[in-house]
């Protein structure tokens, strides 16, 4: 999705700088969900929340709770108690809904679970990611009703509401970059990324590659060419320096645009 058409499609209709505050927050919880940055990602799903919610209140002409900080139920409670008919309901009441539920989840991760039980941040990144994907691709889609041409709204839509899947993924002590066309040099990078400011060792880096399906020729040598971007401590292990950080940040936003389009 481009954010760029995105802000275009909702900013004639709800204030522009809560669309940008909400752009911002949902590319940030994307981007997170895709490194597999649960907490992250839900972290910033209750910042969309919230700059969505504002949006929604300022549609119809209302002046914003004032309230001391943010209060999700001044929000969520004043569009529900506005007149019906007054503004469509998916504004009123529908959307509202979802934001509620998304910030339940943002608002209580880690507090409400027994520490004993299956970590549930994977699962609730999921859900909010998909959740939020719904909320922008339905603001987007009341925002653009009735317009003459409409293709664009609708792929930009179709491709909010696909599900998405993390680029990086952590299985037992492996890092999985999951890339077809990134090289062995971008996959090794884009690990020590994964891991910072952890230090791996050589060894266990070209471990890794094999487990991405580099053949151990091209793993060894892989290690070998990034040399220049590391910092090796005095028991071998490899460190990324600010290149090779900006480097592997580059990669992985690369691979991002490339699912996208």
Request: charge should be neutral.
């Amino acid at each position: 999705m481009s954010a760029s058409s995105a802000e275009t499609f909702l900013g004639g209709v709800f204030p522009k700088r809560h669309v940008v505050a909400m752009l911002r927050h949902f590319g940030g919880m994307t981007e997170t969900f895709q490194q597999g940055q649960w907490e992250d990602s839900i972290s910033k799903s209750g910042k969309f929340v919230e700059a969505s919610l504002k949006a929604l209140y300022a549609y119809p002409r209302q002046n914003l709770p004032t309230v001391r900080g943010f209060k999700v139920d001044a929000y969520i409670n004043g569009l529900a108690n506005l007149p019906v008919g007054s503004i469509d309901d998916v504004i009123r009441i529908t959307i509202p809904r979802a934001c509620r539920f998304v910030y339940e989840i943002s608002s209580n991760r880690g507090g409400r679970h027994d520490p004993d039980e299956i970590d549930p941040n994977e699962m609730d990144a999921n859900t909010v990611t998909a959740n939020c994907s719904w909320i922008l691709a339905e603001m987007i889609r009341h925002a653009q009703r009735g317009t003459a041409d409409s293709t664009d709204v609708k792929n930009t839509v179709s491709s909010l509401v696909r599900q998405r899947y993390p680029l990086i993924e952590e299985v037992d002590s492996s890092t999985y970059f999951h890339d077809d066309d990134a090289s062995a040099v971008d996959v090794a990078l884009v690990i020590l990324l994964h891991r910072y400011p952890g230090r791996v060792a050589p060894d266990e880096l070209e471990a890794l590659l094999v487990r991405n399906d580099f053949s151990p020729a091209n793993a060894h040598q892989a290690v070998s060419r990034i040399r220049r971007y590391v910092h090796i401590d005095n028991r071998g292990r490899l460190y990324l320096l600010s290149p090779g950080l900006k480097k592997a940040e580059d990669i992985y936003k690369k691979s991002v645009l490339s699912r996208e389009s």
